[in-house]
Structures are given as C-alpha cells and as structure tokens.
C-alpha cells in the first residue's frame, strides 16, 4: 500500500492537488504515449496505436472488443490470476478457460495452454505473472499465430517486458495482436490508477469513452490525495499507545471517506484517464530503468539470502522479470505474517490468494470450476510475497530474508 511513492511522487501530487485546471486534460496524456513507445523501443509510432484508460481491466475489454470478442467464443487464461482479467471476458458475453498453472510455477506450460484450445478459441491472454515472463512464451505465441488464435500480452504485472517483445525491427504482430499495461496502485509504474492498450493501426480505435465516463473532479482529487495518506499510514504504522496504532486510526480514517478503495472494486466499463493520474504514470516511467534496477537488485538478494526450498524463481527468471515481487512457497502464511510483525515487518501482499482473486470472488459467476485447477489452488494458499518496491532497501531486504529462514525453520 503506497510503497512506490518517493518524495518525488508525493511532491507531484501534493502540486497536482492545488493545479485542478490540470486534473482532467492536459499535455501530460500525449507526453505518456510518447513516452510508452519509447519505453517500448518502437522507432516511430506510425503503425501503433496507444489508448490510455483509468484501468487496466478497461484496456483488456477495448483489446478484446476490437479483436471481435464475443458471445460462444473462449478466451484461454490462467487460473491463479485476477478478476479484473477475467471480468471483461464475461461482460462481452465469451467465455473465460482456465489453464493451471505448473506445480509450484506462476504461469502454466505450452503443453497445458494447447490442450485448453477448442474450435471456439479466439484469443488468449498471456499473463506473466509478478513480472515473471513466461518461459515459454515464444513457443505459444507462434503456435496460436499459426492457427490464427489472438495473442493478448497482459503485462499489468511486468511493463518492463515490453522491450523483449518488442524490438526496432518488429512488429507488433510477431509477439502480440495487443498488449496491457496497468499503471495501477502497487505495479511496477504506479500512478494509483491506469491503464494502456497498444494495438497495430489496422484494428479501429477504441469508440469515444462519452462525458458520464470521464471521472469527477472530486474522484481524482481523491486518487491524488492516495499517495500522501498512503505515506502517512506507513510513516506512523509503528507509533501509538498500548492498542491504539496512529497508522491504523488514519487508514480507518481514509477508509471511511473513501480514499482507500480497492483497485479490484471498478466496473469494467471503458473510462478514460485523466491528465493527472497520466502525470503520475509519467513521473515514474522517466525512471523506468532505476525502478527496473532495484527489483531486480533487491529480489537477488532475496534468491541468494533464502534457503532454496522456498523459492519459486530462478536467477533467470529475475534477470529477465520486471520483478515486481519476490515470491516463495511457505507452509503456513498466516503463521509467518504474524511472526515477522515482531520483527518490524508488516507483509499482508496476497497475491493471489485463489484462483481468480480475491478470495471473495464467486466462483461459479466467474465461471472457475473449484478443483478444476488444482496447482494453482495450492500456490494460492502457499505463496508469500516479499516486497521490492523502491523503498525497500538492500540492508532491509537481507535482513527480512534472514528472518524468513529463522522463523521457517
């Protein structure tokens, strides 16, 4: 919760707060375009297009739209993922199939994701779990061009990839028909919320989101107000008297206004970005390799630090991940979060925590038969999260991952 912020970040919003004139329009939404095609190594952006969105779910629906989506088609997708990858599947009238993932791997085998296709495939989403890209991407994205399957790159998690997907001489189509970026709260670019989509110029744009889905100046004014109360919560989650936690009574306090909705709880309904949450985006992608650097950085030390039978990635993985966090395998999780509180370490991150997450979800509206993926259950139950946000430090790192081998012996 808040943990990508800098003092840059909450600078910007603190600025952003008293400039409303800026808030809905602006020339920052043109600037994170630019900036995204750059990031992407695209020389030019004459044969893309790049559409922003308030989230990322909206970015998967627009992609799936335009790829023609709709009632009695499939769409192939992992379990041990989120509802907003799955939600805009349904609300288009089509068909989610679970693919499950390896034992004790984040993403599932091109062997699994071969025998899910039907004749009513039309596309599946590529989701590359915590950052972690899957290590057989290449070989499922040419096996389903081959049998003219859409390719969806969902990389909400791993915005650092899109340079191996994409290179100088590419085009888009060699690894994807569109690919999803999230700028959501938590990811590898936060800016509390956002999304893009990039497709080639020969599918339509995206039909014009009307005024009832641009956000009110009241709702931005309360995603700019996230990373300073954010900031606030973890600056004081540590002082109080007795039961009562400074940090605890301000994060009740936002809660009960409104300022700290979970960015699952949004309607899949296109809605378009506004200038200051581009703003946002914008401030930490002009530091995309610095962020890049210390994931990776920090989720090294994790990997040589760990006893090796908690780990569920390589070195590889992590050299090739955006290493968004640093996942391993524990028995008990409950168990391990309660005991590293008395070592300073207050780690809830749950993702994720079923099949389709959060574990409130309903199952049989999301149309996931419980049991149907049963490697993805048991890591939904055993997986524990290690932060690598840029706040953490490589002193802090080490000494949490040598708690973790204490406290799990």
């Not at 890591?379 to 290690?386: C, G, V, Y």
Request: glycine share 4%; net charge positive.
């Amino acid at each position: 919760m808040g943990s990508n912020y800098t003092t840059k970040d909450r600078i910007l919003a603190l600025k952003l707060l008293f400039q409303p004139w800026k808030w809905q329009k602006g020339p920052e939404i043109k600037l994170l375009k630019s900036k995204i095609a750059t990031s992407a190594s695209w020389r030019t952006r004459n044969d893309i297009n790049i559409e922003l969105f308030l989230k990322g779910r909206h970015a998967i629906f627009e992609a799936l739209r335009k790829l023609g989506i709709g009632h009695n088609d499939e769409v192939i997708v992992q379990a041990f993922t989120c509802v907003a990858v799955v939600q805009p599947i349904l609300d288009l009238g089509a068909t989610p199939i679970y693919v499950d993932v390896e034992s004790k791997k984040l993403n599932p085998s091109f062997a699994k994701i071969k025998k899910s296709v039907t004749a009513k495939t039309k596309a599946i989403i590529l989701q590359h779990t915590l950052g972690y890209i899957n290590r057989e991407n290449e070989k499922v994205v040419k096996w389903c061009h081959d049998r003219k399957i859409f390719i969806i790159q969902d990389l909400a998690h791993a915005l650092s990839l899109m340079p191996k997907l994409t290179t100088n001489n590419q085009q888009l189509t060699t690894s994807a028909d569109a690919i999803i970026l999230s700028f959501s709260q938590d990811k590898v670019i936060d800016g509390v919320s956002g999304g893009a989509l990039i497709t080639n110029k020969i599918l339509p744009l995206s039909q014009k989101i009307n005024d009832s889905n641009h956000l009110s100046l009241i709702e931005i004014g309360e995603y700019l107000l996230y990373p300073i109360f954010t900031w606030l919560i973890r600056s004081t989650y540590q002082i109080g008297i007795d039961k009562f936690i400074v940090g605890k009574a301000i994060h009740w306090l936002a809660k009960s206004i409104g300022l700290m909705n979970s960015p699952v709880d949004a309607s899949a309904k296109p809605a378009a970005l506004p200038n200051a949450l581009a703003s946002l985006a914008l401030n930490q992608l002009k530091r995309l390799d610095e962020i890049i650097s210390h994931r990776r950085n920090i989720a090294l030390i994790y990997d040589r630090t760990l006893n090796r039978t908690y780990k569920l990635v390589t070195i590889q993985d992590i050299k090739n991940g955006s290493n968004l966090r640093y996942p391993i395998w524990v028995e008990n999780r409950d168990e391990l979060e309660k005991k590293l509180t008395k070592y300073g370490f207050y780690l809830m991150d749950h993702w994720y925590d079923a099949p389709v997450s959060p574990d409130w979800v309903n199952n049989s509206e999301v149309k996931y038969q419980l049991g149907s993926c049963p490697n993805a259950e048991d890591l939904s139950k055993h997986i524990f999260n290690l932060p690598t946000h840029i706040n953490i430090s490589e002193k802090k790192a080490e000494r949490l991952a040598k708690s973790v081998n204490v406290l799990m012996r």
